[in-house]
């Protein structure tokens, strides 16, 4: 089975430029969760999407935004870039919503340098 | 949304035991308490999930004592491959807005 698959794996970005980062969660799982990890840190939440709709938002500026589509695949974009936006970017899913259980899947991440 | 403290750095010789222990002291009553290993440049992986008590998995043994705000993982004989990064984390119900913190990096020792 193939596991939370993430692209692109790299890609470099000149300030004030925008990206778009994508997601396939695991087959049944109808939650996807944005993470940004800045290095030396742990990964911070930014989204949380779950059947379609926005569960959850980090303390994330505007410039972040993020959906998801009817196949549970998700995006997440990001305007204006700033020098400080370089990171690995996270993508996780699991099943949805339980009443306490909660077990994340990750993707290998996206890695994003902003010149 | 409960945080956690872990020790910053562990070292220990192959072979041996190694249990790192996370603080917890807001947890709610409906968390769950949540180990994940990460190497550099991967994305975090689920070791081992409990609640209370004792919870043991192939790879590693989670103990929680009965007030909940603390939780020790616990890796029998240790090999270089599980020097890496390890999180403690408590999760909200259902959510998946986790706080991972800075983690506990092991360093493994031949």
């Known amino acids: 089975d193939a596991g939370v698959t993430q692209s692109p794996t790299h890609l470099i970005k000149t300030r004030g430029q925008q990206v778009t980062l994508r997601c396939s969660p695991i087959?049944?799982?109808?939650?996807v969760s944005w993470y940004q990890q800045v290095l030396g840190q742990g990964p911070q939440f930014i989204f949380q999407y779950y059947e379609k709709e926005e569960r959850g938002r980090g303390n994330f500026p505007d410039r972040f935004s993020a959906r998801q589509f009817p196949n549970y695949s998700s995006e997440l974009n990001v305007n204006a870039l700033l020098l400080g936006d370089s990171a690995l970017y996270l993508c996780?899913?699991?099943?949805?919503?339980?009443?306490?259980?909660?077990?994340?899947?990750f993707g290998a991440g996206s890695r994003l340098t902003v010149l | 949304l409960a945080k956690t403290t872990q020790p910053i750095s562990m070292d220990s010789y192959e072979g041996q035991e190694v249990n790192i222990t996370c603080s917890h002291n807001?947890?709610?009553?409906?968390?769950?308490i949540t180990w994940y290993q990460q190497f550099p440049s991967q994305g975090p992986r689920f070791i081992i999930q409990g609640y209370k008590t004792k919870v043991t998995n192939e790879v590693a043994s989670l103990f929680i004592p009965a007030d909940r705000k603390s939780s020790t993982l616990s890796l029998p004989r240790v090999s270089l491959s599980d020097t890496a990064v390890y999180y403690c984390?408590?999760?909200?119900?259902?959510?998946?807005?986790?706080?991972f913190g800075t983690g506990t990096r092991l360093t493994v020792i031949p």
């Open positions: 807001n947890i709610a009553t409906n968390d769950y």
């Open positions: 996780a899913s699991s099943p949805g919503r339980s009443s306490g259980a909660n077990v994340l899947t």
């Open positions: 087959s049944g799982h109808k939650s």
């Open positions: 984390l408590v999760g909200d119900n259902g959510a998946n807005n986790l706080f």
